[in-house]
């Protein structure tokens, strides 16, 4: 009886801990932001706002503090965008709520809770996608639910930790990852008491083929110590990207020499669609990744000192972001990991379909430079206009082709 009532108190800590997070309360939070009554959560719009006050009252319901600015919630930011030609100034609002634990550290939790709105803001790839709600369920309501039910967790566990945790919204990111840099350049907190950044930007679509992509990889030797073993636990895939810089909110922090890591299930054909709604999320994968996140939380609270910064940017890109003229058309594979970049998916009508190339594909050379990595198409990208022709040059299978590109 004695060795019959261990093994049941064991198999109710394990049913305990796997229970952590829960596909019903992902459920509603992505159903009410990726709501069509949400309109896409344009920066700046009215359904960007009910958004953030969704996130605040959450905040304060979880006794966490405001660490806004004037000692609410909210971070408001200006932002200017053009619409055929035409300036725009709308404010976007950064949502922050702080778990004060006593701590001197704090670790910053973060995801944008903006979207494309009705395709008039960032980049929509949907064809005639004006006036068009956007409602983004994976990018990034997804990672928005993980920050809120990563707040609930740490808020309600009853454990006085050895960090504070701030918990971050960033709005503007499809418009540049302006929420961040906002946010790092004018800090509700001393940015040298960061001990580092997790970020989420959709963890919505987890496929046991794909597993997770987990980028910022080199920014610290901690991450490869306690990651390997949190994903094992879940039998979950993982891929790694070394670099802090890439195209979400981590980037921010990672220029301000703070460790970050961030957490990604790979692009799909619904990615900037119309078409990216909730029927296509895996709840119960996303309830698997914020086990890992927490796990990776809980086991940092474990090691004696802090994550040490590392400094990972790719030598293509540095510490400069870029501003793109001109795009193929295609949606990378990030969970690829050989040499070139592989197509996920190919936009209708743009650069890479018109010249014949297909998702599967892996370009290896455009516009005569050698395609290594994502980060070397990204800089041909920053070299180019629109209307200027280039030669790319790919694998289909075992085939090599090329074509002309008309960017």
Sequence with gaps: MKYFLLFMLACASVSSYAQKFQATNIRKHIEFLASDE???????????????????????????????????????????????????QVTGRNVAGFLDNGAKKTIVIGAHYDHLGKGFQGSSLSPDSRNKIHNGADDNASG?????????????????????????????EELGLLGSKHFTENPTIPLASVSCMVNMD????????????????GTSPVWGKLIPGLAKAQNLKYTVDSS???????????????????????????????????????????????????????????ET?????????????????????????VMPDYSYSGKGLKIDGVSKARPAEKAGIQAGDIITRLA??????????????????????????????SETKKVSVTF
């Design 368 to 397: 005569g430079k050698e395609i290594t990595f994502i980060y070397d198409y990204m800089e041909v990208l920053g070299k180019h206009e629109k209307g200027e022709k280039v030669e790319a040059e790919f694998l289909r299978g």
């Design 305 to 329: 000192t802090d994550p040490q910064f590392v400094t990972a940017a790719n030598p293509h890109t540095g510490n400069k972001t870029t501003d793109f003229k001109v795009t193929l058309g």
């Design 144 to 172: 928005t639910t993980g920050l809120l039910e990563l707040a609930r967790h740490f808020a309600k566990n009853n454990i006085t930790e050895k960090h504070n945790y701030l918990f971050l919204a960033f709005s503007g």
């Design 202 to 217: 959709m963890i919505g679509r987890l496929s046991d083929e794909k597993g997770i992509i987990v980028s910022g990889w």
């Design 244 to 302: 802090g810089v890439g195209a979400s909110d981590h980037t921010s922090f990672y220029l301000k020499d703070i460790p970050v890591v961030q957490f990604f299930t790979g692009g799909h054909g619904d990615y900037h669609k119309v078409s990216d709604d909730i029927e296509r999320i895996n709840f119960e994968g996303e309830a698997k990744i914020l086990t890992i996140i927490a796990g990776l939380l809980e086991n940092l609270e474990k």
């Design 38 to 88: 949400m309109e896409g959560r344009g920066t700046g719009s009215l359904g960007e706002i009910r958004s953030a006050n969704y996130i605040a009252d959450i905040f304060g319901e979880l006794g966490l503090k405001p660490a806004g600015s004037d000692a609410g919630f909210f971070q408001p930011f200006q932002v200017k965008y053009s619409i055929e030609g035409n300036l725009h």
